[in-house]
């Protein structure tokens, strides 16, 4: 994990896993309704929020673009000064976090 090489792919499947559920999520479940895994208990609902954690900056799409872009290159810089001495569980959190924003950065960008 510590290699660049490792990272970029934990990176990418992260990415590819965050794109497909949300893809799936978009097409199998129409909005606002649910489909129950456990009845009563636990079910997958399709809701749709435009800001950041709980609707944070919802009329504002620019400022959370601006935001998502200056973190993913300060996230990048973050993991190129830790690679070769940080404990693994952090690099691969790095390369999780790194995946959310870079997740988070297409549906800004394209959705």
Same mark, same amino acid.
């Given at each position: 994990?510590?290699?660049?090489?490792?990272?970029?792919?934990?990176?990418?499947?992260?990415?590819?896993?965050?794109?497909?559920?949300?893809?799936?999520?978009?097409?199998?479940?129409?909005?606002?309704?649910?489909?129950?895994?456990?009845?009563?208990?636990? /079910?997958? +609902? /399709?809701?749709?929020? #435009?800001?950041?954690?709980?609707?944070?900056?919802?009329? #504002?799409?620019?400022?959370?673009?601006?935001?998502?872009?200056?973190?993913?290159?300060?996230?990048?810089?973050?993991?190129?000064? +830790?690679?070769?001495?940080?404990?693994?569980?952090?690099?691969?959190?790095?390369?999780?976090?790194?995946?959310?924003?870079?997740?988070?950065?297409?549906? #800004?960008?394209?959705?």
């Amino acid at each position: 994990m510590r290699r660049p090489l490792p990272f970029a792919m934990l990176v990418l499947l992260g990415v590819t896993v965050d794109q497909l559920t949300k893809y799936l999520a978009f097409w199998l479940i129409p909005p606002s309704g649910s489909i129950p895994l456990l009845p009563g208990i636990f /079910h997958f +609902t /399709h809701a749709t929020n #435009r800001g950041v954690a709980f609707s944070m900056l919802s009329g #504002r799409p620019l400022i959370i673009l601006a935001i998502t872009l200056v973190c993913v290159p300060v996230l990048i810089r973050w993991y190129t000064q +830790t690679w070769r001495t940080g404990p693994a569980l952090l690099i691969a959190g790095q390369g999780l976090i790194l995946s959310g924003a870079l997740g988070n950065l297409i549906d #800004r960008a394209f959705f």
